[in-house]
């Protein structure tokens, strides 16, 4: 059963991990904050989709997006090429230093997940993840 204490684990967990996070970016000075991190990752996983397509994937405002899309692109880490299916709207990719820096990113992440792993048995992280995806579908499939 769902309880408080079960939902106090849940965001003591998250608040966890997104300081680890934010404590990472800022000690290799990235430069970038954890929402930039995730906006590269589905920019890097997809080759190219648009800010339309990461505000859905996330749930948020499309403005919001564009400011951070339009901030990795002051960076140079993003760019933006017309869309050849639909004039409107401009396909998001990598640069070479975008792609640099998700290589680096992913070994942060990779360091994260051992660290957060250490200690715990296979079958138990199995079950964690099995657990964490009803959850969310749980709270996402209304």
């Known amino acids: 059963m769902f309880n408080a204490v079960t939902a106090e684990a849940v965001f003591h967990l998250t ?4 300081q680890q996070l934010g404590n990472q970016l800022e000690d290799q000075r990235f430069g970038i904050a954890a929402m930039h991190v995730r906006v590269l990752k589905v920019i890097a996983k997809s080759n190219a989709c648009t800010a339309i397509d990461i505000a859905g994937m996330f749930k948020r405002d499309k403005a919001q997006i564009t400011r951070l899309v339009n901030q990795l692109i002051d960076l140079d880490l993003v760019q ?3 869309n050849p299916n639909d004039k409107r709207s401009q396909l998001l990719t990598l640069t070479s230093a975008g792609r640099a820096l ?3 990113l992913r070994d942060l992440s990779n360091d994260m997940e051992e660290q957060m792993t250490q200690g715990i048995e296979a079958a138990d992280l199995d079950t964690f993840m099995k657990v964490a995806q009803k959850i ?3 709270l996402t499939s209304q």
């Open 15 to 18: 608040h966890a991990i997104k």
């Open 102 to 104: 998700q290589e680096r």
């Open 80 to 82: 933006k090429e017309p």
């Open 136 to 138: 969310t579908r749980n």
